[in-house]
């Protein structure tokens, strides 16, 4: 309740989401942290999943469906 009084609402809630993107438990001390560092402002940062990645099987179906070795 105190952190009100020093930062916005809007803050608070950027900063609980980000602690709970680390870790599912976060404590006030984390909260703290973020909100004095400024990490709240930061985006936070969801990787995507490709499909078709650049390394893997490359030769596609095509390739092995029944040739002879």
């Known amino acids: 309740m105190r ?3 020093r930062y916005s609402v809007e803050r608070i809630e950027k900063a609980c989401e980000k602690a709970l993107s680390y870790t599912p438990n976060p404590s006030l001390k ?3 942290a973020i909100l004095k560092n400024g990490q709240d402002k ?3 940062h969801v990787p995507s ?3 078709g990645a650049p390394h893997g099987i ?3 179906a095509d390739y092995f469906k029944g040739g002879t070795c």
Do not use: Q
Request: glycine share 6%; hydrophobic share 45%.
């Open 42 to 44: 930061v985006e936070i």
């Open 3 to 5: 952190l009100a009084d």
């Open 58 to 60: 490359t030769r596609g």
């Open 30 to 32: 984390n909260i703290i």
């Open 49 to 51: 999943v490709k499909t």
